[in-house]
Each structure stands twice: as C-alpha cells, then as structure tokens.
C-alpha cells in the first residue's frame, strides 16, 4: 500500500508519499508498480491517492473536474470531490467485479489538502476511504497528523511537535527523516521516489526529495 502521512501545523499542511501502488492483472494477482500519488488541485490544494493504483486515475480525473468547474478553497472542494470520487471509485468497481453490491478487496483512499477562507480552520486535511464494507467512500477530517498504513507511534510524535508549535518546515523534515528510515528498514514499507509538498499561505509546493 502507499505510504502516507500528513500533518497540519499553524503555519500550514506537510505533505508526504511514497510511490508504491498495485493493481490486479486479469487473473486477479496484485502487482506492485510505481506511481505519482500527489496531484496539485490549482494553486492552494491537493490530492494524494493511495492504494489501488487506479485511484491516482480518479484523482487525475478530479483535477480536471476542479479545474473546469474553477474551485480553489478546500471546502468547496471537498464537497465536490466525494461524490465525484464515489463515482469513480464505483466505476472501478464495476470494472473489477461482475456486480454490486461487493465487499471490496481494492484499498483506495484519498487525502485531501487545502486552504479554506476561514481563520479559525484556515488549513485543512480530509480523508476519503471506504469506511464502511460498502463500495462506497466516506470521509472524514484529519486534526493533527495522520498516515495510511497506520504509524500510531510517529502520528503521536508529530501530533506532540505540532502542539509544541514546531514549523512547518520543522514537521517536514521530520516526516522526510521517516520516510528514508521505513525505506532503510524495509523498502516494502516505503519505497522511493518519494513525494513531498507543502501548503501554507503562498500555496501548493511541491519539492524535491
């Protein structure tokens, strides 16, 4: 599964991934392949798309959709974006399954980053996965730090930085430093190219590892 984590700080959001997705040939075996999980939604967003890669399809296909529909704060975009991902995602589905409803076996999930007009919750994260044992997406808001798979101990060790007001570059940094050690541990856990980017006041960044 893709790696994952993120975390929201006061002075903006820490984005990171690595590139391992999979996919099912026609006999139904999974495939490990590469992917580029982090898709910029304009100027002041972005997506990440974990798991199945034909979730970095659908995300792709939601950056098109935001653009031509002119969204740029994140709760117009996120009310935009789950019902057009439930569709995709039921599309996949239908793709990789005779009929519905299914327990799905496909793990897609999304984290949705951006800036808002708000000044009480000016940077927010949203997660969008299949919650329930339906083909269906639900999501949900992110507070502090979060990852797919689950580091509970590294969530709690960002959630402690952020609280003790460490910058956004601090947390980044940090989330790079985890990156590289789950890699050295075991590449299955986190495997390079790696994927970094930041949303504060001046917007997306994307850089390099």
């Not at 999974?30 to 972005?46: F, H, T, V």
């Not at 949203?126 to 808001?141: N, S, V």
Request: hydrophobic share 40%; with cysteine.
């Amino acid at each position: 599964m893709t790696q994952i984590i993120v975390a929201k700080t006061r002075g903006g959001l820490a984005l990171a991934a690595d590139s391992k997705g999979y996919a099912f040939d026609e006999q139904g075996k999974m495939q490990e392949m590469s992917i580029n999980p982090l898709i910029p939604l304009g100027q002041k967003a972005a997506l990440i798309a974990g798991g199945d890669a034909d979730a970095v399809q659908a995300g792709q296909n939601l950056s098109q959709f935001i653009k031509q529909e002119g969204l740029s704060l994140i709760p117009e975009i996120y009310a935009a974006a789950l019902p057009f991902l439930n569709t995709e995602y039921e599309k996949i589905m239908r793709r990789k399954c005779n009929c519905l409803p299914v327990d799905p076996i496909q793990h897609i999930y999304f984290i949705l980053a951006g800036i808002s007009d708000s000044p009480e919750s000016r940077f927010q994260l949203h997660l969008i996965w299949a919650r329930k044992k339906l083909p269906q997406l639900d999501g949900d808001e992110i507070t502090s730090a979060f990852s797919v798979p689950r580091q509970m101990g590294f969530e709690y060790t960002l959630g402690q930085l952020v609280a003790d007001g460490a910058t956004l570059e601090f947390i980044l940094s940090t989330i790079e430093q985890e990156m590289h050690r789950l890699n050295k541990l075991d590449s299955s856990l986190a495997s390079p190219p790696f994927r970094f980017a930041t949303i504060s006041e001046d917007g997306f960044k994307q850089l390099q590892d």
